[in-house]
């Protein structure tokens, strides 16, 4: 069965989400702390991590924005009773990719978990230098994008961006992000070329069943699996 690691430091809600993902046939590994939860993950292969925001020491944004420094894409699904928008906003910019505010069901934390782990184990897959999402294909050895097995036509600055969105994915990244990081911060020119790149790359690769950017309204975009 595949294991969930929960990060909660109220024994009361672990229990709770343990017994949710037990009836519904996962193998959940509870931790109180961040700490706590690295040295787990070391020996055990998780497939999903639930996470509160409130830690002790090391907390929830902290913890999510440590993993993904580190290229570790593993999805990573909060739960909190912040409900501001700039919370949920931090959470996103961290690298979450859900956000769930408490009180909620156990049949919506069974469903979100369901669809992260689904996403993240069949709809990608990458071998060598080949990054496969659907039918969109990233061949970066030979510089060249297809969909469907039509060789797509992009321009510099727009290859880079998808290829920096698809090594990243699940990721919210701001547009001020992007343009840092595909322009670079001397670059002539301000974070709206982002919104103009992102709609003519949306253009070229979306086909009529899949949508791989998605705006993150007010934090960003994000490529999905």
Not at 60 to 70: N, Q, V, W
Not at 117 to 124: M, N, P, V
């Amino acid at each position: 069965m595949l294991q969930i690691l929960i990060i909660d430091d109220d024994k009361n809600i672990r229990r709770y989400l343990k017994t949710i993902l037990l009836t519904a046939g996962y193998t959940p590994i509870c931790a109180e702390t961040a700490d706590e939860a690295l040295h787990i993950m070391e020996t055990n292969n998780i497939a999903l991590i639930i996470l509160d925001i409130m830690l002790p020491g090391t907390d929830g944004f902290a913890f999510t924005k440590l993993l993904r420094d580190c290229k570790n894409d593993i999805p990573i699904l909060m739960h909190t009773a912040k409900q501001l928008p700039d919370d949920i906003k931090t959470g996103f910019l961290a690298g979450a990719d859900d956000y769930m505010t408490k009180p909620f069901s156990p049949n919506e934390l069974v469903a979100r978990v369901k669809a992260h782990i689904s996403r993240y184990d069949t709809l990608t897959s990458k071998s060598g230098d080949v990054i496969t999402v659907g039918k969109l294909m990233i061949d970066k050895d030979a510089h060249k994008v297809t969909v469907d097995g039509k060789e797509i036509s992009l321009t510099a600055k727009e290859y880079d961006l998808l290829l920096f969105l698809a090594e990243n994915p699940n990721h919210t990244f701001s547009k001020e992000v992007l343009f840092d990081r595909i322009w670079g911060m001397d670059a002539i020119g301000d974070v709206s070329t982002v919104t103009v790149h992102i709609q003519r790359v949306r253009d070229k690769i979306n086909t009529e069943n899949e949508r791989y950017i998605e705006t993150i309204w007010g934090v960003g975009y994000r490529f999905n699996i």
